[in-house]
């Protein structure tokens, strides 16, 4: 039994017109271990053919070709993989090296799709290497090297497997005499050494140094003669391949481990880098546009909602006046900067309209608002109106002093968050000091501050005096009482503004003796239940000329535009996303026919379909990390850029950062190039290695 026969093969080519091609008709042959065949006919007669049948590349034939007795068509795919790794070793006239990898690692690529250990390897490669006289050449690249330097690191990528056969589709082709001698000299010893090499040429003075010369012509073997002056040399003592390091490789029967994968797809994302790193900055645009959406999302509706929540509590319905612009934010502004005031006969009317709605609309809940329970509330922006406002205290020989901009009537309700601290003003109380009867008012605690007030335990308690100079219908009031400050507010919305608050009933009686008369801008009712409240409100979002809290309807026009926005945001987002993705699969799809010749090369060199689709998937989804990392940390700066200009423009950052974002972020950018990958890689895993191999 030989180490290869070949038996009536027939090869033909199919043509685009249904037609086929005849390149091989017939074939018998066999070769043996220790031959170095010289396989010689013109251009076109079918010699690559035969190579690409002999090394399981092209598997589309008739006949038999047998393998140490075993047909090599009883190969499942898997079996033909490993006949390519460890059975064959090609060498290519034009070398076909991995431009992008070094020579150490055009080298040890043979062996990582084996996934040996790395040292195993690296010894070895450097062991051949040496041994062709490259050991100086180690760290460069294919194109840093002359012609025949680079076909002997060919044929130590073909030694790597420790093959059997070599199989050398025209080694000298692209050579000068000089160095096709070395070539020559180099595939004797591998012979000499016991393998079988088998070399096509079309050089009469290649084919003398061999020991057999196979001539075809047409697709059949014209000639096939012994080379009577073929020495064999078998003195050599420093053999090309060491057998003993190979024991330890042969027992290793995986495939290309994920590090090997990584490091392969590290060394091409390397190779094109700028390339990669715009494609990235343009996944990128994406992240932080989504990024910015989810932020903007989570800081507007939490800002949205503390401001709805300042004021309200869930069982007290608030009243106010609606001028005809309030459907629009800035007359909601307006209405609440400068609210109107309720006449007598319009509390009357809402009062009615709300009790009729209630009785005809939802008799099941039995409620009726009785007016004479109402709350009333008044506000005003002092500073808007003509004539002014302040509050002061003597300290020692110091005046200390506040403007007020904002008067403002006690809110009948206020939770822990907005009462810094003290109760709620109400009336009248007592100077235990002089023994005088004295007002209460609140502060914000910008005017506490603003008097220097800084402590809370400094300002409870304190005898101020609230000075008040404006028209109250028509009527200049002058306003100068003592009070006693009662509490400190701290409402989100108005963090930083001048306001007093003073109960309702006792602001009246002071206008009153000033001999004006005060119109509440608000009215409460006080329903003790939080589903009645909630039908009332609905209810006063109908009507046209009331509406519930203004903050409220300011609230809920803020909700309606931010969820507008956010789709909006979102649309964007997601066709950003959706480009990213068809950037990276375009990307990759180029990258696969610009390593259409790589691919074969890994292919003859024994890897699977699988391994192919694992560098390119392992290359996507390195660049779906990349680019996460650089949208992070881009998203992350612009981010902060943002939260800085719209705390020194608003004084709050309608956005809010979560670390989730930012994972979400990733995650989507790994999955989206994972997904744009799947198809070049599954392209790059189908191509045909015999045509890829030619591919120019
Ligand atoms: P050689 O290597 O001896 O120059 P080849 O084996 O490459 O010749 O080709 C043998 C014949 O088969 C040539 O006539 C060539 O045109 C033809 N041939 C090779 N590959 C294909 C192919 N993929 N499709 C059609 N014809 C092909
Ligand atoms: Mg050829």
Known sequence: MKELEINHVYKDYNLSNKTKFNALNDICVSFDKGELVSIIGESGSGKSTLMNLIGGLDSDYSGEIKIGGIDLKTFKEKQLDDYRKKKIGFVFQSFNLIPHLSILDNVTIALTLSDVKESVKLEKAKAILKKLGLENQLKKKPTQLSGGQ??????????????????????????????????????????????????????????????????????????????????????????????????????????????????????????????????????????????????????????????????????????????????????????????????????????????????????????????????????????????????????????????????????????????????????????????????????????????????????????????????????????????????????????????????????????????????PTALYINTDNENTTNIINNFLSTTDNYTGSVENQMANMFSEMMSTFSVALAIIAGISLIVAMIMILVVLYMSVSERTREIGVLKSIGARKHDIKKIFTTESFLIGLFSGFVGIVFSAVVGGILILLFNSLLGFAPLSFRWYYFALALLLSVIISILAGLYPASKAAKLDPVESLRHE
């Open 150 to 519: 680079k076909q002997r690191v060919a044929i130590a990528r073909a030694l790597m497997n420790d093959p059997d056969i070599i199989l050398a589709d025209e080694p000298t082709g692209s050579l000068d005499s000089q160095t096709t001698l070395q070539i020559l000299n180099i595939m004797k010893e591998i012979a000499d050494e016991g393998k079988l090499v088998i070399m096509v040429t079309h050089s009469e003075k290649v084919a003398s140094i061999s020991s057999r010369i196979v001539e075809i012509a047409d697709g059949k073997i014209v000639d096939d003669r012994q080379n009577e002056n073929y020495k064999k040399d078998n003195l050599k003592q420093d053999k090309l391949v060491t057998t003993d390091s190979n024991a330890n490789v042969k027992k290793k029967e995986k495939h290309l481990s994920f590090i090997s994968a990584l490091r392969l797809s590290l060394h091409n994302m390397w190779a094109s880098r700028t390339k990669n790193f715009l494609m990235a900055l343009g996944v990128t645009i994406s992240l932080i546009s989504m990024i910015l959406m989810l932020a903007f999302g989570s800081g507007l509706t939490s800002y949205i909602d503390s401001l709805a929540s300042s004021y309200s509590s869930p069982t007290i319905v608030t009243i106010n006046k609606k001028t005809s612009s309030a459907d629009n934010p800035m007359g909601a502004i307006m209405d609440l900067i400068s609210p109107q005031s309720f006449t007598d006969e319009e509390i009357d009317e809402v009062v009615n309209q709300i009790n009729t709605y209630l009785s005809q609309q939802h008799s099941e809940i039995d409620y009726t608002v009785n007016k004479e329970q109402l709350g009333k509330g008044y506000s005003i922006m002092t500073s808007a109106s003509a004539g002014n406002a302040n509050i002061e205290f003597q300290l020692g020989e110091d005046t200390k002093k506040s403007d007020i901009f904002y008067l403002y009537s006690t809110p009948p309700y206020y939770g822990e968050e907005q009462l810094l601290a003290g109760k709620l003003s109400k009336g009248e109380s007592l100077d235990e000091e002089t023994g005088e009867t004295v007002g209460e008012v609140m502060l914000s605690s910008k005017i506490a501050t603003e008097m220097g007030l800084e402590s809370i335990e400094e300002a409870l308690g304190k005898i101020v005096t609230v000075n008040v100079n404006y028209s109250i219908n028509d009527v200049l009031v002058n306003i100068q009482q003592k009070c006693k400050i009662t509490g400190i507010v701290n409402v989100n919305m108005f963090k930083d503004s001048l306001i007093l608050y003073i109960d309702y009933d006792y602001l009246e009686s002071l206008v009153n003796e000033q001999g004006a008369t005060l119109s």
